[in-house]
């Protein structure tokens, strides 16, 4: 089984950044998709970035250019730089490990982002 904890999140002016970092533990298989995903208040959960085993990255349109995903393979961490927030990118934030035979989730960080 595997474990999952974010930590980074917080409250931060329009413009700012916000560095969020996921550590991994318990049975990690090699091969794992890590992602984040958010959820505003009355919304659903959606993709905002994923990153492969192999480092290949694939972000979702609202946040490219803005946030870039990156992984420390040998800590089991997988790290999420947001630059140039948005008010609308307030939200919890989700850590996940996707593996070929489930999807785990961290307890989530809450990110406001002040107009």
């Known amino acids: 089984q595997v474990q999952l904890v974010e930590s980074g999140g917080g409250l931060v002016q329009a413009g700012g950044s916000l560095r969020l970092s996921c550590a991994a533990s318990g049975s990690i298989p090699s091969l794992n998709t890590m992602g984040w995903h958010r959820q505003a208040p009355g919304k659903q959960r959606d993709v905002v970035a994923q990153i492969t085993s192999g480092g290949i990255t694939k972000y979702a349109d609202t946040v490219k250019g803005r946030f870039t995903i990156s992984r420390d393979s040998a800590k089991s961490t997988v790290y999420l730089q947001m630059d140039s927030l948005k008010p609308e990118d307030t939200a919890i934030y989700y850590c996940?490990?996707?593996?070929?035979?489930?999807?785990?989730w961290g307890q989530g960080t809450q990110v406001t982002v002040s107009s």
């Open positions: 996940s490990m996707a593996t070929t035979t489930r999807i785990s």
